[in-house]
């Protein structure tokens, strides 16, 4: 592979990377998908369907391995004892922060990425969105709207498969939606009570979520088993591994290379272009260099930004394609955990069927009609309706076979509003290379220096004011607000830090994902983002990879790259 010139490198095979294989193949181009991780083998490695009691800590985890070794990791609901394998060791992946600006990075190293454990909701931006920098003069213009991504958006979702409902709402756009899933009844008590209560302007739906409701490209319905973070046999959610890298191996045209950690990019400054990347062996640790016409960059937004950062050279001596030097900067991660939850009195004769692995989506409607006194941008809320069950036991006194008894009934209906909001784009958010520490592979680590600022925590403190309001008129009892204290980085929306922009002086990359600086360098992860909306966000990034890899072929096909 060495020495061999790839029409083009992605690196990543995560929720971007598996996009950016399949379209630069489809599209005939040779392409060399370079993963830090290992393989994943769906047969072997999916654990959706083991059972408590066939894993060794019963499903509470090895508490004192995972301290030792993933003690950012677990800080991720996900990261339980049948999942914690997709995610890294934070002692081979290290990074630092200030000592009283804790971020907690988690991620995957794997073929696949996140994209095995992500939570598959997916929503549409809206010009409320591509807008909003422009509109408060903070940060700078998105160099596209939504007109630009609306068609990447129908092509995405069209493969994907996106469940939901249709709505009609112009901040949160409707796509192309296989059927959505039922809601709980005590979902549609609160749904009627907002829609009844708040003229309009507050509405819920079912969540929209990447996960099959009925056959769809060659994929199974879901059967609603619900721990999808540890791999889904049936491959109805979608991940990499279960959808777009199939589809790229399926036309010969891809060399997927796992345990392949890319230290940087190399640079030509006769051609001024990228010419390959510079690897090391995740197993053996020896140095290699990769060829390739074009370079993707799809490692995550941190990683990404890590590898051009390490990317120097006399003409880039701060970071490659850091001509603007925002390269690192204007760090994002949506603020999450302002809320309330209560009980829904009521409909005692019914119970759930299945775990859904859904839940509802009240949309942002703060800042859409009416400008807000306090902050700027908007949130939504995650949650549902669902009955308690034996675990209430914890909140309860009882003793004997009359508690048993009753814990096996099922508990009253209980409902949470869970706030996840937009958080503004800041350059004193940023990373840069630790000058001292490095990882399991030699390559310098991060340092990142982040929080939240003032806008972000007065959302924190609306959410859970006006969550505690839509509950209410459900006749809700027992209402119990909540603002969490959660560290940026736990969202796992991190973003941001190679932005696009008009502007090559004030921004990293064009409208296209393609850097200002090297015409043959893309980066179509979460760095390119200019601001964050308050919605969850892969659906963006595949968009964009999507549009960005038709646009690099175009390009080369003109003879243009
Ligand atoms: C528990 C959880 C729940 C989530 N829920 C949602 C949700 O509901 N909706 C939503 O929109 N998002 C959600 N996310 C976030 C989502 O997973 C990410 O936004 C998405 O995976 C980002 O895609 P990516 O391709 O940029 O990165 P990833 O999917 O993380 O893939 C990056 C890949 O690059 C590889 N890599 C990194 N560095 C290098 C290197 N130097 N060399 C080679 N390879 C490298 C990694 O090993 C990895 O495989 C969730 C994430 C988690 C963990
Ligand atoms: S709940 Fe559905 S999507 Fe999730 S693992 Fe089970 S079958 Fe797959």
Known sequence: MSGHLFDAIVVGSGITGG?????????????????????VDPNQDYVEHVAPWEVKFRGMGDIRKQKAEQYVQRECYACDEWASKFFVNDIENPYTTDPDKPFLWIRGRQVGGRSITWGRQSYRWSDLDFEANLRDGIGVDWPIRYHDIAPWYDYVETFIGVSGQAEGLAQLPDGKFLPPMEMTCAEQTVKEAIARNFGGDRMMTIGRSAVLTQRHNGRAPCHYCGPCHRGCSSRSYFSSLNATLPAARKTGKMTLRPHSVVHSVVFSPQTRTVTGVRVIDGKSKEALE???????????????????????????????GNSSGQLGRNLMDHVMGGGAKAEIPGHEDRTRQGRRPNGIYVPRFRNVKQRHPDFLRGYGFQGGGYRKDWQRAVELTGFGPEFKNMLKRPGPWQFDLYGFGECLPHPTNYIELDKEKTDGWGIPALKIHCVFGENERALLQDMSITAAEMLTPAGARNIETYIENNAPGLTIHEMGTARMGRDPKTSVLNAYNQAHDVKNLFVTDGACMTSSACVNPSLTYMALTVRACDHAVGLMKKGEL
């Open 290 to 320: 990769f060829q390739g016409k074009v370079v993707f960059l799809c490692a995550s937004a941190l990683e990404s930004a890590r590898i051009l950062l390490n990317s120097t050279s006399t003409e880039f001596p701060n970071g490659l």
């Open 19 to 39: 996009w950016a294989a399949k379209e630069l193949t489809e599209k005939g181009l040779e392409t060399l998908v370079l993963e830090a991780g290992g393989p």
